[in-house]
């Protein structure tokens, strides 16, 4: 998707180990977002961000901290991957924290913890 | 792909016809509405949208119907093409909020699948 890149696209990671998702964006847009889509829950809120070190919780933020240093950067952390937490990571963007200024998601990051 | 289509709701439909795809919302106090699409492989596009003010609202082939009586909305595409197949969910949001980032709450999808 123009202006939000995500990586690694895909991973495998051993159980207990750290793990780190990126999420670049060039659109200079205040807010980014990290959700989680599993089967039967839909999109889930992790963590997001209002400007750079400024970040809160959403919905399903256990075992995951975030870090945002710069504008353009969203990082997420698995401090210590569990099964649980195989999942597709998708990152959103938008300009404005209100949902009608529109949100752009990345292609996602399919990680797999085994 | 990153589809979670195996677990969802499928509506198959013939490649030419109408599709509704329908969605339950669960707060009263919700007052827009989004429907996004996603393909395989891709992150949820936005389609279209609608506040609560209103009923109906059009776009280039896609009419979204809201009923907030029941707490119900639609997403209608006409003349359905090949293209069309996709995973479409609709999210909700309460502006109350203050329009926060925790505020945007999604619908688990729906499977569109497109008979030639």
């Known amino acids: 998707d123009a202006g939000i890149t995500q990586s690694p696209r895909h991973k495998v990671t051993e159980t207990g180990t750290p793990v780190t998702l990126r999420c670049h964006q060039t659109?200079?847009?205040?807010?980014m977002y990290w959700y989680r889509q599993d089967p039967g829950h839909g999109l889930r809120l992790i963590h997001y961000?209002?400007?750079?070190?400024?970040?809160d919780k959403g919905e399903v933020s256990d075992g995951y901290s975030v870090s945002r240093s710069k504008t353009e950067d969203f990082l997420l952390t698995l401090e210590s991957a569990t099964s649980s937490q195989t999942s597709v990571y998708f990152c959103?963007?938008?300009?404005?924290?209100?949902?009608?200024?529109?949100?752009?998601f990345g292609s996602g990051t399919r990680l797999t913890v085994v | 792909g990153e589809n979670v289509g195996l677990h969802l709701p499928t509506l198959s439909v013939q490649e030419g016809d109408n599709s509704i795809i329908n969605c339950a919302y669960s707060?009263?106090?919700?007052?827009?509405f989004i429907w996004y699409k996603q393909e395989s492989g891709k992150g949820p596009q936005f389609i279209i949208d609608?506040?609560?003010?209103?009923d109906k609202r059009q776009g280039q082939r896609v009419t979204v119907l809201l009923n907030k009586t029941v707490k119900h909305l639609s997403l209608q595409i006409a003349a359905t093409q090949p293209g069309d197949s996709a995973v479409y969910f609709c999210?909700?949001?309460?502006?109350?909020?203050?329009?926060?980032?925790?505020?945007?709450?999604f619908g688990k999808g729906t499977h569109l699948i497109i008979q030639p």
């Open positions: 999210a909700e949001m309460a502006m109350y909020s203050g329009g926060g980032a925790d505020g945007l709450t």
């Open positions: 707060n009263s106090a919700s007052d827009y």
């Open positions: 959103a963007i938008s300009e404005s924290g209100r949902a009608n200024y529109g949100y752009t």
């Open positions: 961000s209002y400007g750079v070190k400024d970040t």
């Open positions: 609608i506040r609560s003010n209103m």
């Open positions: 659109e200079n847009h205040r807010y």
